[in-house]
T-cell receptor
Framework: GAVVSQHPSWVICKSGTSVKIECRSL??????MFWYRQFPKQSLMLMATSNEGSKATYEQGVEKDKFLINHASLTLSTLTVTSAHPEDSSFYIC????????????FGPGTRLLVL | AQKITQTQPGMFVQEKEAVTLDCTYD???????LFWYKQPSSGEMIFLIYQGSYDEQNATEGRYSLNFQKARKSANLVISASQLGDSAMYFCAMREALYITGGGNKLTFGTGTQLKVEL
């Protein structure tokens, strides 16, 4: 149980294009999903917290117009990197917290984004 | 001040030996949770073990145990009988303001410890 998937796992795109990353909780309903960014050999940095049906809460310094988050259902959240630039290249990883009782966040396998 | 401190950037351990990965934390909340995650080179974050601040017993999950010393604010991970597959980056994380509706859901991560298991 507690499986979280992410799609795509790898994406290479040209500068200026937008990229959408999907995060799905496969066997549980997630009230809250989180989006993190990780640079090589560094820790995870929380970008935003999204709750189903409401606007995401962004961490300080994260541009909400740049990183659009939609949490349309209890099993799906999407992160769209708009007008991507090379400095957006990173490892993006989502996590989901279950509806009731669970304190644990379960992570997706991550998406490696390379912007050329 | 750092909320989560992992002072060991890298550790080596021989196969079948036990290893302790250090983690100290800083919080003024009474209710909080401590987590350990493993991140192999593939990048996925694998949940290992959880300890709630009110849990009186140290958490254990198979070969993983959490040495929780509340007064010292430490939550060290002990891996017994190390295996080659344990080689990975290990992150300690904390969630504050547990059990409070609308309280912080966020996990704060330490900088990680790279563990290498040798033959």
């Amino acid at each position: 149980g507690a499986v979280v998937s992410q799609h795509p796992s790898w994406v290479i795109c040209k500068s200026g294009t937008s990229v959408k990353i999907e995060c799905r909780s496969l066997d549980f309903q997630a009230t809250t999903m989180f989006w993190y960014r990780q640079f090589p050999k560094q820790s995870l940095m929380l970008m935003a917290t999204s709750n189903e049906g409401s606007k995401a809460t962004y961490e300080q310094g994260v541009e909400k117009d740049k990183f659009l988050i939609n949490h349309a259902s209890l099993t799906l959240s999407t992160l769209t990197v708009t007008s991507a630039h090379p400095e957006d290249s990173s490892f993006y990883i989502c996590s989901a917290r279950a509806l009731l009782g669970q304190e644990t966040q379960y992570f997706g396998p991550g998406t490696r984004l390379l912007v050329l | 001040a750092q909320k989560i401190t992992q002072t060991q950037p890298g550790m080596f351990v021989q196969e079948k030996e036990a290893v302790t990965l250090d983690c100290t934390y800083d919080t003024s909340d009474q209710s909080y949770g401590l987590f350990w995650y493993k991140q192999p080179s593939s990048g996925e974050m694998i949940f290992l073990i959880y300890q709630g601040s009110y849990d009186e017993q140290n958490a254990t999950e198979g070969r993983y145990s959490l040495n929780f010393q509340k007064a010292r604010k430490s939550a060290n991970l002990v891996i017994s009988a190390s295996q080659l597959g344990d080689s990975a980056m290990y992150f300690c994380a904390m969630r504050e303001a547990l059990y409070i509706t609308g309280g912080g859901n966020k996990l704060t991560f330490g900088t990680g410890t790279q563990l290498k298991v040798e033959l």
